[in-house]
């Protein structure tokens, strides 16, 4: 089945200890998402990439990065995890249309 | 700033009944608006969505209504099934496209009593 992949499902990090989280598609889409999403709130978007363009929101830290090498996968990495940055962290892929289908998501913990 | 505000953070309705989630937005810019379905453990999936020329969109058991004037629409979910109980996520776009956001509402977490 066609899906959206994310790994790990979970992840512990140490403050200040980078991390990366993976996101993987076999749906060809060429929009990929990122959004982080803390308990209780609405997922926010960090950034997205629409085929290799790097769009990135305004008010999202320069601690996240992003990399996306070829059209299925695409990474998160948080260069020094604070507290505040523990978190669900979804992916996400569109085909150009505005629907996107959502991996099961990484909840990161840092310690 | 909320864009796009769901109201009720949780709502229990008995099998059977019908199930009305809210969803007001404040930017009229937004002209394409969707509900989305989670589970724990799980991403949303994608549930239904509207159209700002239509006011309704029928999809089985699910319609969604909206009212452009009031900046407000809702998922209807009748019958409402056990199944049905997880969070619903109202999100809302400027345009049909993949390179336009959504903004994402808090969520409404529905529980369904059998």
């Known amino acids: 089945d066609a899906m959206v992949i994310q790994n790990p499902r979970y992840q512990v990090t140490q403050f200040g200890k980078p991390v990366t989280l993976s996101c993987s598609q076999t749906?060809?889409?060429?929009?990929m998402y990122w959004y982080q999403q803390k308990s209780s709130q609405a997922p926010k978007l960090l950034f997205h990439?629409?085929?290799?363009?790097?769009?990135n929101e305004a008010d999202t830290p320069d601690n996240f990065q992003s990399r996306r090498p070829n059209t299925s996968f695409c990474f998160l990495d948080i260069r020094s995890p604070g507290l505040g940055d523990a978190a669900m962290y979804l992916c996400?892929?569109?085909?150009?249309?505005?629907?996107?289908?959502f991996g099961p998501g990484t909840r990161l913990t840092v310690t | 700033d909320q864009q796009v505000k769901q109201n009720s953070p949780s709502l229990s309705v008995q099998e059977g009944r019908i199930s009305i989630l809210n969803c007001d937005y404040t930017?009229?810019?937004?002209?394409?608006f969707l509900w989305y379905k989670k589970y724990p453990a799980e991403g949303p999936t994608f549930l239904i969505s509207?159209?700002?020329?239509?006011d309704k969109n029928e999809d089985g058991r699910f319609t969604v209504f909206l009212n452009k004037s009031a900046k407000h629409l809702s998922l209807h979910i009748v019958p409402s099934q056990p199944g049905d109980s997880a969070v619903y996520f109202c999100?809302?776009?400027?345009?049909?496209?993949?390179?336009?956001?959504?903004?994402f509402g808090k969520g409404t977490r529905l529980s369904v009593i059998a």
């Open positions: 996400a892929t569109s085909s150009g249309l505005t629907e996107q289908y």
């Open positions: 749906l060809n889409h060429n929009v």
């Open positions: 990439y629409y085929d290799k363009d790097f769009n």
């Open positions: 930017n009229s810019m937004f002209d394409y």
């Open positions: 509207i159209s700002s020329i239509k």
């Open positions: 999100a809302a776009s400027a345009q049909r496209s993949g390179n336009t956001p959504l903004v």
